[in-house]
């Protein structure tokens, strides 16, 4: 069983940065791997970026591939997540997820996942 804490959400105007991060605690195999999602009021779960936990192997969804940076931090069992340049669309609590599978995009895929937290971009 994997455990998973996000932190980092807040308020921030558009245009600012955020850095998410997921702690991640439990049986964490090199093949795992972490994905962040977001969810916005009344929509599904959507990916938004995954890493392999044994390093390298980054996948971003499209449309955010320019502004989001997935990465595993050394030596932590930590994934981050730097948003930058945000928009209101952005909007939406953050999940992050491990998969047994590997790096995957669907959220059916991720077998364990984090509370949330919450990013809410206005002026």
């Known amino acids: 069983q994997v455990q998973l804490v996000e932190s980092g959400g807040g308020l921030v105007q558009p245009g600012g940065s955020l850095r998410l991060s997921c702690a991640a605690s439990g049986r964490i195999f090199s093949g795992y791997g972490i994905g962040w999602f977001r969810q916005a009021p009344g929509k599904e779960r959507e990916f938004v970026a995954a890493?392999?936990?044994?390093?390298?192997?980054?996948y971003y969804d499209d449309s955010v591939k320019d502004r989001f940076t997935i990465s595993r931090e050394n030596g932590k069992n930590t994934v981050s997540l730097q948003i930058n340049s945000l928009k209101p669309e952005d909007t939406a609590v953050y999940y992050c997820?491990?998969?047994?599978?590997?790096?995957?995009?669907?959220?059916?895929?991720?077998?364990?996942w984090g509370q949330g937290t919450q990013v809410t971009v206005s002026s």
């Open positions: 997820g491990a998969s047994s599978r590997g790096v995957a995009g669907i959220a059916g895929l991720y077998e364990s």
């Open positions: 890493v392999a936990w044994s390093g390298g192997g980054t």
